[in-house]
Protein backbone atom coordinates (compact mmCIF):
# COMPACT_ATOMS: atom_id res chain seq x y z
CA UNK A 1 0.00 0.00 0.00
CA UNK A 2 1.23 3.34 -1.24
CA UNK A 3 1.74 6.07 1.87
CA UNK A 4 2.98 9.41 1.57
CA UNK A 5 3.97 11.30 4.70
CA UNK A 6 4.75 15.57 4.70
CA UNK A 7 7.02 17.17 6.56
CA UNK A 8 8.59 20.57 7.78
CA UNK A 9 5.23 22.70 8.00
CA UNK A 10 5.32 24.98 10.44
CA UNK A 11 4.53 28.53 11.91
CA UNK A 12 6.65 31.70 10.16
CA UNK A 13 6.55 35.58 9.90
CA UNK A 14 5.70 37.19 6.38
CA UNK A 15 8.52 36.82 4.05
CA UNK A 16 9.80 33.59 5.30
CA UNK A 17 10.99 30.57 3.90
CA UNK A 18 9.81 26.58 4.91
CA UNK A 19 10.96 23.56 2.66
CA UNK A 20 8.16 20.80 2.86
CA UNK A 21 9.04 17.15 2.28
CA UNK A 22 7.32 14.11 1.33
CA UNK A 23 8.35 10.40 1.51
CA UNK A 24 6.64 7.79 -0.31
CA UNK A 25 6.72 3.88 0.75
CA UNK A 26 6.42 1.14 -2.13
CA UNK A 27 6.15 4.28 -4.55
CA UNK A 28 8.81 5.71 -6.80
CA UNK A 29 8.15 9.28 -8.24
CA UNK A 30 9.31 8.52 -11.50
CA UNK A 31 6.88 8.64 -14.79
CA UNK A 32 3.69 9.66 -12.74
CA UNK A 33 1.95 13.36 -12.07
CA UNK A 34 3.51 13.95 -8.60
CA UNK A 35 2.30 17.43 -6.49
CA UNK A 36 1.88 19.68 -3.92
CA UNK A 37 -1.82 20.83 -3.28
CA UNK A 38 -3.25 23.00 -0.01
CA UNK A 39 -6.58 23.84 1.36
CA UNK A 40 -7.16 26.49 3.61
CA UNK A 41 -10.41 26.04 5.78
CA UNK A 42 -13.27 26.84 3.88
CA UNK A 43 -12.27 26.73 1.08
CA UNK A 44 -11.44 24.00 -1.76
CA UNK A 45 -7.84 21.92 -2.24
CA UNK A 46 -6.36 23.52 -4.94
CA UNK A 47 -3.36 22.53 -6.62
CA UNK A 48 0.19 24.39 -5.86
CA UNK A 49 3.26 22.98 -8.10
CA UNK A 50 3.18 19.62 -10.40
CA UNK A 51 5.71 17.81 -11.74
CA UNK A 52 4.82 15.66 -14.85
CA UNK A 53 6.01 12.85 -16.39
CA UNK A 54 8.24 14.02 -18.15
CA UNK A 55 9.83 15.86 -15.13
CA UNK A 56 8.66 19.53 -16.34
CA UNK A 57 7.45 21.10 -13.37
CA UNK A 58 4.47 23.73 -13.00
CA UNK A 59 2.75 26.46 -10.64
CA UNK A 60 -0.36 28.15 -9.45
CA UNK A 61 0.12 31.59 -10.71
CA UNK A 62 -0.44 32.23 -6.97
CA UNK A 63 3.34 30.79 -6.25
CA UNK A 64 5.24 31.21 -9.15
CA UNK A 65 8.27 33.24 -8.70
CA UNK A 66 8.05 32.24 -5.07
CA UNK A 67 8.00 28.54 -4.97
CA UNK A 68 10.02 24.95 -6.44
CA UNK A 69 8.80 22.14 -6.47
CA UNK A 70 11.74 18.93 -7.00
CA UNK A 71 11.96 15.06 -6.47
CA UNK A 72 14.77 12.93 -5.76
CA UNK A 73 13.86 9.50 -7.34
CA UNK A 74 16.73 7.89 -5.31
CA UNK A 75 15.49 8.95 -1.96
CA UNK A 76 11.74 8.84 -2.83
CA UNK A 77 11.20 12.12 -1.95
CA UNK A 78 9.36 15.04 -2.90
CA UNK A 79 10.27 18.75 -2.00
CA UNK A 80 8.66 21.86 -1.94
CA UNK A 81 10.25 25.20 -1.35
CA UNK A 82 8.21 27.77 -0.51
CA UNK A 83 10.09 31.44 -0.04
CA UNK A 84 8.79 35.17 0.56
CA UNK A 85 5.32 33.17 2.15
CA UNK A 86 2.49 35.28 3.24
CA UNK A 87 -0.64 34.73 5.13
CA UNK A 88 -2.45 33.49 2.28
CA UNK A 89 -0.39 31.21 1.94
CA UNK A 90 -1.34 29.71 5.07
CA UNK A 91 -3.27 26.09 4.31
CA UNK A 92 -2.40 22.54 5.34
CA UNK A 93 -0.09 21.76 2.47
CA UNK A 94 -0.69 17.66 1.03
CA UNK A 95 1.92 15.90 -1.23
CA UNK A 96 -0.45 13.60 -3.94
CA UNK A 97 1.38 10.88 -6.46
CA UNK A 98 -1.14 9.86 -9.38
CA UNK A 99 -1.10 5.69 -9.98
CA UNK A 100 -1.93 6.27 -13.98
CA UNK A 101 0.63 7.21 -16.55
CA UNK A 102 -1.04 10.68 -18.08
CA UNK A 103 -0.18 13.99 -19.39
CA UNK A 104 -2.89 16.32 -17.41
CA UNK A 105 -1.12 16.63 -13.97
CA UNK A 106 -3.66 19.13 -12.39
CA UNK A 107 -6.85 18.94 -10.59
CA UNK A 108 -7.49 16.60 -7.77
CA UNK A 109 -8.69 13.91 -9.82
CA UNK A 110 -5.85 12.80 -11.35
CA UNK A 111 -4.70 11.58 -7.80
CA UNK A 112 -4.90 8.69 -6.12
CA UNK A 113 -2.61 8.85 -3.57
CA UNK A 114 -2.57 11.30 -0.51
CA UNK A 115 -0.40 12.55 2.19
CA UNK A 116 -2.29 13.61 5.49
CA UNK A 117 -0.69 17.12 5.55
CA UNK A 118 1.21 19.19 6.78
CA UNK A 119 0.24 22.77 8.31
CA UNK A 120 2.07 26.03 7.20
CA UNK A 121 0.95 28.95 9.47
CA UNK A 122 1.99 32.36 8.20
CA UNK A 123 2.16 35.21 10.34
CA UNK A 124 1.89 38.92 9.24
Known amino acids: QVQLVESGGGSVQAGGSVRLSCEAS????????VAWFRQSPGKEREGVAVIGTDSTTSYADSVKGRFTISKDPVKNRLYLQMNNLTPEDTAMYYCAAASEATTQCWGTAVYNYWGRGTQVTVSS
Open 26 to 33: TFTFINYC
